[in-house]
């Protein structure tokens, strides 16, 4: 199927990610989301990974990272945003029993990503970060009263859906003009450095 497909991540998707982030990225299980240039926006990684006898653990699956995006998120923030999503939490029952339900969720989903196998014998060997991947929610918070992240919020939104602190950062990204799959020069944050400084052509597509 075409969107499957789209969300199998290829060699390119590797090097436009190492672009966006700066480094190079933990290996990832598919593309998210992709922006009008066919880059990556938000990824999927795997909770748990697995090198001889070392156990790594994350938490967060999905991840923002587009520049765009990440930019508008953290202005966002810088702007108080975190406080007003937490000060609504304790405020308002409703939207708190809904980031509840929206961090049980996300753990389910993040367990249903781990091999059955691996979970068995993380629980009688490492039953702390056995524990963390199965008590944790959006971002490996361990309280629900905080917000922690907005971007792990959106991106667990866009990723998983049903995130209300998500989902009303995108009404307030869209609210603020900010084009969600891209605009006219983002593109040249996310094409890699093999395109020679020329990345006009890298992966663009015409929006």
Known sequence: ?????????????????ATQIRRKPRPFLEVTRRCRYDFPQIILTAPLQRRGDRWDVFPTVFWLTCPLLHRAISRLEAEGA?????????????????????????????????PEDWLRELEATRPREAQVLAETGVAGM?????VKCLHAHFADFIGRGDNPVGADVEKRLLADG???????????????????????GQGRRTP
Request: aromatic share 6%; charged share 30%; with cysteine.
């Open 82 to 114: 975190i406080r007003e999503y937490e000060e609504r939490i304790a405020a308002d029952p409703e939207f708190a029993q809904r980031m509840e339900a929206a961090h049980r969720a996300a753990a389910a989903h993040r367990l249903s990503l781990v």
């Open 178 to 200: 900010v084009p969600l799959d891209g605009n006219d020069e983002c593109w040249k944050f996310c094409a890699p450095p093999e395109s020679g400084g020329d990345a006009s």
């Open 142 to 146: 361990r309280g629900r009263s905080g």
């Open 1 to 17: 199927m075409a969107g499957e497909a789209a969300r199998q991540p290829r060699e390119q998707d590797v090097r436009v990610v």
